[in-house]
């Protein structure tokens, strides 16, 4: 995708909703795993009209998932939809209230090491989204570039060892620090999908075992 598709306007919110409706999204039906939603929000940068991929770091006093680098999202309660619980997480989280019309598309569920199945939804935020992150669950929020998301740079595998599968891993200038699998994979799966309009899939990647727990 060139550089001035980068914008944050209507014409890359049609392109990014185009590509979601054509890519056939996988589900996983275990009952072993819990359900679990995230939702990737696409926002204009603070300094300029640039799309962005909203990003949070977890504070090390979380129960699971600890100093790791997530998309917003959580558990679902019950009787609740993936859409309902994705955007619940993502006003508990951040302060950010957006609608169900704002949801452009899905990607396919991740199994997760540590027992969830994680249906990532993708969301378009209006140009004056304003965040004010729960420091219970957010340390940090980061607004990654497009640019940096369709980069050539990205994604690493590790080696194989003892025949298990590679893990997935991305460094984006923004962060400063690697971002592991599964939310590296989410993420990369964003970028293939959405932005370039591929039909790339990234359950079989594996996950460090520090995001088991």
């Known amino acids: ?39 990737v929000v696409v926002a204009k940068g603070e300094t300029n009209d640039s799309a962005t991929m909203i990003l949070t770091y977890r504070p090390g006093g979380m129960r699971r998932h600890a100093h ?42 991740y199994p997760t090491m540590s027992g969830f199945a994680i249906t990532p939804i993708v969301a378009w935020a209006n140009a004056d989204l304003e965040i004010d992150p729960d420091p219970v669950e957010v340390e940090k929020v980061f607004r990654i570039p497009f640019s940096e998301l369709d980069s050539t740079a990205i994604p690493h595998l590790t080696e194989e060892k003892n025949g298990e599968p590679p893990v997935l891993f991305s460094r984006f200038p923004t962060l400063g620090h690697r971002m592991y699998a599964p939310t590296a994979a989410m993420v990369y799966q964003f970028r293939e999908v959405a932005i370039r309009g591929l039909d790339t899939r990234v359950a079989h990647y594996g996950q460090p075992e520090f995001a088991w727990k």
């Open 68 to 109: 790791q680098y997530a998309l917003p999202g959580g558990r679902s309660d019950e009787g609740e939809t993936t859409i309902q619980t994705a955007l619940r997480e993502l006003h508990e989280e951040l302060r950010v209230e957006l609608d169900p019309a704002d949801v452009l598309g899905f990607l396919d569920d």
């Open 1 to 39: 995708m060139p550089n001035n598709q980068y914008a944050f306007n209507d014409d890359l919110r049609r392109s990014i909703a185009h590509n979601l409706t054509r890519f056939e999204h996988r589900t996983i039906e275990d009952e072993t795993l819990r359900r679990a939603a995230v939702v």
